[in-house]
Every structure is written in C-alpha cells, then in structure tokens.
C-alpha cells in the first residue's frame, strides 16, 4: 500500500514538473519574440528589407500579447518574487524572512494566532511574495486537523513559522508539534513568530537540523513511537528519502493525509 501511494506521488511530481517546464519555454519564446520585435521596430530603418522584418515581427504581436495575458500570472511572480525582493535586499540590508517579522510584529496581535496569520497574508499579498501554505491550501490542513485531531504532528519545513503556527493553532489540547528547519537564520525568525502566536515549548518544539538527520533519531532523541499527522514543506528532493524513512511512524491513511495538502485534487 506505502510503496504504491509512493509510486503515484512520484508520478504526479513527474506531471507537474513537466507541464511547468512547458510553461518555461513558452515563456522564453514569449519573451524572444518579444525582444525581436522590440529591436526590429526600434533600429528599422527605411529600406524594403527592413519594413519586411518589420512585417514579420508584427505579425507575431497577437502571439506574443496571447503569452504574455496567458502567463502573465508568471511574469507578475517573476516582479514580486525576484526584482522587488532584491531591491528590497538592497535598500533595508535585512532578509525577506527577517522584514517579513517585522511587519508582522508592527502590525499584528500578541498572542493571537489568526492575527499572525492574516497578517503574515496580508504581508504577502501586498508587500512581498514568499513561499508558504497560504490560505487557500491551508484551508485543506485546517479541515483535515480538526477531523482527526492529531497529537502528535511532525513538520518538516518551519521556514518563517507560518505553516507551524497554522498547525498549532489546530491541534486539540494536549497535542504536541515537531516542526523541523535545517536553516538556522529562518529556524530563528520562526521561533519569534511561534512564541509571539503564544505557544510555548510545551506544544511546539522546533528542531534545527536537517531532516534527514531528525527523523532517525526521533525514537531515540524524542520518545517517539508514532505520529499522527506529517506536514512536508521543505526541499522537494527530500520527500521521497523522508517519506520513506517515517513509514514506520505512519500509517497509509496518514501518508495520504500527507499528499492530499500537495495535491489538493486527491
């Protein structure tokens, strides 16, 4: 049962990857295309060859606006998640992890996680693009949580504290979460926005360490006999490996548990 629910997971990775680098070389042409006719129009000068070109290159117009209204979605990601962060990283010398902390201590409430999280999509929505659950798949997590109201929950991947502060909000009282982060700069920021959320170490414990490191000795280092709920947001080449060797703490119903938050069509 592990090793199919493993194989169809690794398929679906293999869909995503290749329609999203699809996507790419659509975009790539989009943007040559778009170049080429930029450059023809602005060095054309008037001999027949070059009203030719000139032809040629508006001709490929309504392509390159269809792209560009297509997948403008990417060129909008590409604006907020890379130019505006580096001049960000170059005006205010702090990270976007760190000014992401920031803003979320200046405006959010003390002790109240939804306001953390509003706050932290708020951020997000209008400041600066981060990678993290969001509220629409957390939505999902928030469902699957109160249905089966896990009390021992491992996850893999803190980053800023987001997604560990969404699971800890839901856990029924007496749970305990085990959020790991292999960076130590994020695994810092992380631990401040947990405890200004107001859970104490008593339901959240954040390990830093690299997950490949954590999960053998949880037995030997935690106690740990089982986990009811695992959350994987960390670096997608390690899920595989890391599924694997948290088989013997879960179940197959938990491993979908897992997938469903990946693949929400599941």
Excluded at 27 to 44: D, E, P, Q, R
Excluded at 128 to 157: A, Q, W, Y
Excluded at 170 to 189: C, H, K, Q, T
Excluded at 192 to 204: E, N, P, Q, Y
Aim: aromatic fraction near 12%; glycine fraction near 4%; include cysteine.
């Amino acid at each position: 049962m592990n090793s199919g629910i493993c194989i169809y997971c690794m398929y679906l990775f293999c869909v995503l990857a290749v329609t999203h680098l699809l996507v790419c070389v659509q975009v790539c042409v989009c943007v040559y295309l778009a170049v080429c006719l930029c450059t023809t129009l602005i060095v054309s000068v008037p001999c027949s060859s070059t009203m030719v070109s000139g032809a040629i290159a508006l001709a490929f117009l309504p392509l390159v606006l269809t792209f560009i209204i297509r997948y403008r979605y990417y060129f909008v990601l590409f604006y907020r998640a890379v130019l505006v962060r580096m001049w960000y990283d170059c005006t205010t010398g702090l990270s976007r992890e760190e000014r992401a902390f920031q803003y979320v201590l200046t405006h959010a409430i003390p002790g109240d996680p939804e306001s953390i999280l509003e706050t932290f999509d708020l951020w997000c929505s209008k400041v600066e693009f981060i990678s993290n659950i969001g509220p629409k798949k957390g939505k999902i997590m928030d469902r699957i949580l109160s249905e089966h109201c896990p009390l021992t929950v491992l996850e893999l991947g803190s980053h800023c504290g987001y997604s560990t502060v969404r699971i800890a909000r839901a856990l029924p009282l007496g749970a305990r979460l085990y959020s790991v982060e292999m960076d130590a700069i994020n695994a810092a920021i992380a631990e401040k926005i947990i405890r200004l959320a107001g859970f104490d170490d008593d339901t959240v414990e954040l390990i830093v360490s690299p997950s490949d490191e954590v999960i053998p000795r949880l037995r030997a280092d935690y106690g740990l006999e089982r986990l009811d709920f695992v959350f994987m947001d960390h670096w997608k080449k390690c899920y595989r490996p890391d599924l694997q060797v948290t088989n013997s703490f879960i179940t197959p119903y938990d491993l979908k548990s897992v997938f469903m938050l990946l693949f929400p069509s599941m």
